[in-house]
């Protein structure tokens, strides 16, 4: 099989490429945030959190996102549709754990972010395993 490498599978100049690199530095940024202030983090995902044992589970957090941001943004670099895909879903069924965790703490709509993410990933991880 031979791989053309004049024609990418994610084209730099297309606004999906640019738009999962986009989402892909929103959880860089998030991760961060948890890693650096792990307090607001805590209250911004909907489970404030206090205490050092918590808060250094908020970096837990901050320290997975890091990890998949920078995957999506390796898989978008080196060209890999499918795989940056199978991330967008991966990403997806965490945010839908996610979802549960903090509903069951503190509620539905509190939670209901979430269920935003679900969606957003999970349509725009179809729309990268769906293309040709």
């Known amino acids: 099989m031979s791989i053309d ?20 530095l929103v959880f860089l940024g998030l991760g ?10 805590s209250a ?8 050092e044992d918590g808060l250094a589970f908020v970096r837990v957090y901050g320290a997975r996102n890091v990890g ?3 995957v999506a943004l390796a898989l978008i670099a080196l060209d890999m549709r499918l795989g940056l895909a199978a ?7 965490i945010a839908g754990l996610d979802f ?4 069951s703490h503190s509620g539905a709509l509190r939670a209901a972010k979430h ?6 990933l999970t349509a725009f991880g179809w729309w ?3 293309r040709g």
């Open 100 to 103: 549960a965790v903090v509903a």
């Open 68 to 70: 998949i941001s920078l």
């Open 115 to 120: 269920l935003g993410y679900v969606v957003a």
């Open 128 to 130: 990268f395993a769906s």
């Open 5 to 24: 490498h004049a024609i990418r599978l994610l084209p730099l100049g297309a606004a999906s490429t640019w738009l999962a690199a986009l989402a892909a």
């Open 44 to 51: 911004f995902f909907g489970v404030p959190v206090a205490g």
């Open 87 to 93: 991330v967008l879903f991966a990403a997806a069924l």
């Open 32 to 41: 961060l945030r948890a890693l650096l202030d792990p307090g607001g983090a």
